[in-house]
């Protein structure tokens, strides 16, 4: 069993929707990092959390230490939100080494 | 501007021909690391530096090696790469802190034939 396990692999929505991405995780963290990677292959740290909530712009990230949960919500999504977006944690046990969610694939249609 | 580099970007080279792939952080991060991504098993870590002369390995460390002699710097050197390390490659940074996020490099997309 994977240590971070992200829902849903594969996202399509239409543009002004609300979007939610979840991430579970099964270890003691120090931190879990949301990140965007553009077709284009570039990653981009878009935040890190080790508890309550944050929110840039659209973007709003929450995490729930004693359920080990966190998701991340597009809010009147766009179609340059299409992206991969990386549910990452710090593993407490292992100096803060990073360990990766799979993924998941977002396309917002216009 | 803070920023990770890497270089070279793009490279195509043949088995066992020795390589360094360079990585260069400005912000003066303590923590440096090396990941490769590969379709369906999403990025994973190589290798990892808590500070200078300090490294230590991850998930998929085989057949490769890294120096940090300085705090800036952290090369990913492949002795004899062959065909199964064809990948995308990044390099990371963030500080000692857990205040800053992580900071990555723009990637580099090697091919061993």
């Known amino acids: 069993k994977n240590e971070v396990e992200q829902s849903p692999q594969n996202l399509t929505a239409q543009e002004g929707e609300f979007i939610t991405i979840n991430c579970s995780y099964s270890?003691?963290?120090?931190?879990l990092h949301w990140l965007q990677q553009h077709p284009g292959g570039g990653i981009v740290s878009l935040f890190m959390?080790?508890?309550g909530k944050k929110k840039h712009g659209r973007l709003i990230a929450t995490i729930n230490i004693q359920e080990k949960h966190s998701s991340l919500h597009i809010t009147a999504s766009h179609p340059r939100d299409s992206a991969v977006y990386i549910c990452?944690?710090?593993?407490?046990?292992?100096?803060?080494?990073?360990?990766f969610g799979g993924g998941t694939r977002v396309l917002v249609k216009p | 501007e803070a920023q990770v580099t890497q270089n070279p970007r793009y490279l195509i080279t043949v088995t066992g021909k020795k390589l360094t792939v360079t990585c260069s952080q400005n912000?003066?991060?303590?923590?440096m690391s090396w990941y490769r991504q590969d379709p369906g098993l999403g990025l994973r870590q190589i290798y990892y530096s808590m500070n200078v002369e300090v490294t230590d390995k991850g998930d998929v460390p085989e057949g490769y090696k890294v120096s940090r002699k300085e705090k800036r710097n952290f090369p990913l050197i492949l002795e004899s790469p062959s065909p199964n390390q064809t990948s995308l490659y990044f390099c990371?940074?963030?500080?000692?802190?857990?205040?800053?996020?992580?900071?990555f490099g723009p990637g580099t997309r090697l091919t061993v034939t």
């Open positions: 270890v003691g963290i120090s931190a």
């Open positions: 990452a944690v710090g593993i407490k046990a292992a100096g803060n080494k990073l360990t």
């Open positions: 990371a940074s963030r500080s000692g802190s857990l205040v800053g996020g992580q900071y």
């Open positions: 959390l080790s508890s």
């Open positions: 912000m003066n991060h303590e923590y």
